[in-house]
């Protein structure tokens, strides 16, 4: 399991960015950005997340230059195309199909809705030097949680002088 300080595992995977299957290699990331949130979820359209992942967006986390943010679910690249372009999500998203970097991370759902091998819901921020500067983990992906991960993510990015806005999270009711 990844812990406060540590340095943050390498990962070289695929994703799908701005509607391409490319490959995401974090260190690349690292040298570009000052700081990287990974948020890890279990799969696509999962309510919870997806608020999270669109309050990001509409904090403008994607346009701001020292920050990368990387989504990772256990779904597959054609999910995640459906999925980007229903939330206009701005974010790479991985496929960690098999939960590899979830497992490195210590992140992986032993089984979650009939599913195993597939990340947990968390929230981690690297920072430009690979240290590992937050882990805001939920144990269950549906619990509506106040702070979400990703608002405790805006605070430690702060904390460390990267200037974004603190995303609003906004759960909504299934029908």
């Not at 290699?25 to 950005?33: G, K, N, P, S």
């Not at 992986?108 to 240290?131: F, M, N, Y």
């Not at 603190?166 to 299934?174: A, L």
Request: contains cysteine.
């Amino acid at each position: 399991m990844v812990t406060l300080g540590q340095k943050a595992p390498d990962f070289i995977t695929p994703a799908l960015v701005d509607g391409e299957g490319v490959i995401i290699e974090l260190f690349a990331e690292i040298r570009r950005h000052d700081a990287i949130v990974l948020y890890f979820y279990p799969a696509d359209f999962v309510p919870e997340c997806t608020a999270e992942l669109v309050a990001m967006r509409r904090a403008g986390w994607h346009d701001h230059s020292g920050l990368a943010v990387i989504g990772l679910s256990g779904d597959s690249l054609f999910s995640h195309a459906a999925y980007a372009e229903r939330h206009d999500l701005p974010f790479p998203l991985v496929s960690d199909f098999h939960g590899g970097v979830a497992e490195t991370y210590g992140l992986l759902a032993e089984e979650w809705e009939g599913h195993s091998h597939i990340p947990e819901r968390a929230a981690v921020v690297v920072g430009g030097d690979w240290e590992v500067l937050a882990i805001e983990r939920v144990d269950n992906p549906l619990e509506w949680t106040k702070p979400a991960p990703v608002e405790q993510a805006a605070e430690t990015l702060q904390q460390y002088s990267i200037d974004v806005s603190t995303p609003d999270v906004v759960y909504e009711t299934r029908e």
